[in-house]
Structure formats: structure tokens, C-alpha cells
């Protein structure tokens, strides 16, 4: 989800002329700011007041939408010649479609940049699924992870086990779309 909302939004604030587009675009930008636990009280009471407590839809809601997607997903656009909008538009084009035709099939780099980076920023997520996930059943595996520490031992054994199996998903995503990797990042003006 979170690839499409910020690919969607990052098209109209490159490509787009609208009123207001930069004081949005920099509100919008200002919100990396600001820290998640300075906010999160406040969403998690809108989360169980719209019945979402204790259920992934909630992780899933939290991680839909992503300011620095956008952010990245427009310095890509911006690099994209606008005289291929223009030419779509001319041919009958929507914004839609040329969002969909042209702007998407382009932007696998940085697509598969933000895939990497969120796939990561999700799966080690550890305080949103504390908060939002009480039954056992539900749980990530990064609070798994934690459950073999108890008060008084842990189990040093099977965390170490248990961290490299949580490793392979992470791995099996960034060797899928290494290639792509480094030319998002230099596409999107990102310095590493």
C-alpha cells in the first residue's frame, strides 16, 4: 500500500500544478520530524476507536502511508521529462492513466529502493505491533524474539537461532531487487 500512496502522491506534487502544492509539500515533509512516539498515544486511541485494536489491519493502516516515500518517489519524478507528460496528455491521456502507463513502468529503481526500505522499517518494527498486537497469536516475530527473555534467564541459544531465521526474509527481498537498489538511490539524489 504504502508503494502506491506515496507513488500516487509523489506524481501530483512533481508533475501536477495545483494551489497550495509547495506549503502542502512542505508540511507534509516536516512531519519526518516529527518522532512516532510524540504521536502515537493519539493514534492508537483513533485505532481502537475505529475497532482496529488487536488486529494486523492496524499495522497495516500505520505503515500505508510514508512521508519519506513521497519524498523519494518525487525526486525520481522530478527527473522524468515532463515533455512525456505533455505528449500522453496530447495523445488523450488521464493524469491517471499516465500515472499508471508511463510514470510507473519508469520508476522501478526507485520503487524497488522504497520496497527495501520499508519491507525493512516494517519487519523490525517492534514498539507499533507492543502496542497495537496483545493476543499471542498475532504477535510479529520481532516480539517472538523477545518472549524467550524472561525475567530472570534468557535463552541465548534460541534468540541467536530465531534472529538469523528472522534475517531471511530480509535478505531474500534486498537480493531480488539488489539490481534495482543502486539505481533508485542514485536516481533519487540519496548520498550513502
Known amino acids: 500500500m504504502q508503494l502506491f500512496t506515496?507513488?500516487?502522491?509523489?506524481y501530483a506534487f512533481a508533475k501536477l500544478n495545483f494551489k497550495g502544492k509547495k506549503v502542502l509539500f512542505l508540511g507534509y515533509i516536516a512531519t519526518i520530524a516529527v518522532p512516532w512516539?510524540?504521536?502515537?498515544?493519539?493514534?492508537?486511541?483513533?485505532?481502537r476507536s475505529w475497532g482496529l485494536n488487536n488486529t494486523h489491519l492496524a499495522i497495516i493502516c500505520l505503515q500505508a502511508f510514508?512521508?519519506?516515500?513521497?519524498?523519494l518517489m518525487k525526486q525520481f519524478y522530478e527527473g522524468v521529462p515532463s515533455e512525456l507528460c505533455e505528449a500522453a496528455r496530447i495523445d488523450g491521456l488521464s493524469e491517471y492513466g499516465i500515472w499508471w502507463?508511463?510514470?510507473l513502468?519508469?520508476?522501478?529503481?526507485?520503487?524497488?529502493?522504497?520496497?527495501i526500505f520499508t519491507f525493512v522499517s516494517t519487519w523490525n518494527d517492534f514498539l507499533g505491533p507492543l502496542i497495537y498486537l496483545t493476543k499471542t497469536e498475532l504477535k510479529t516475530?520481532?516480539?517472538?524474539?523477545?518472549?524467550?527473555i524472561s525475567q530472570?534467564?534468557?535463552e541465548y541459544g534460541l534468540i541467536m537461532a530465531a534472529s538469523v531465521i528472522a534475517l531471511i526474509p530480509v535478505l531474500i527481498v534486498f537480493l531480488?531487487?539488489?539490481?534495482?537498489?543502486?539505481q533508485g538511490v542514485a536516481s533519487a539524489g540519496l548520498k550513502g
Open 101 to 103: 502507463r508511463i510514470m
Open 176 to 182: 531480488a531487487l539488489q539490481k534495482y537498489f543502486v
Open 6 to 10: 506515496s507513488s500516487f502522491a509523489a
Open 141 to 148: 516475530i520481532q516480539i517472538g524474539l523477545r518472549m524467550f
Open 37 to 47: 512516539q510524540a504521536y502515537m498515544v493519539p493514534q492508537f486511541m483513533m485505532m
Open 152 to 154: 530472570y534467564s534468557a
Open 66 to 71: 510514508s512521508a519519506f516515500g513521497v519524498f
Open 105 to 115: 513502468p519508469l520508476s522501478k529503481p526507485a520503487l524497488s529502493t522504497l520496497t
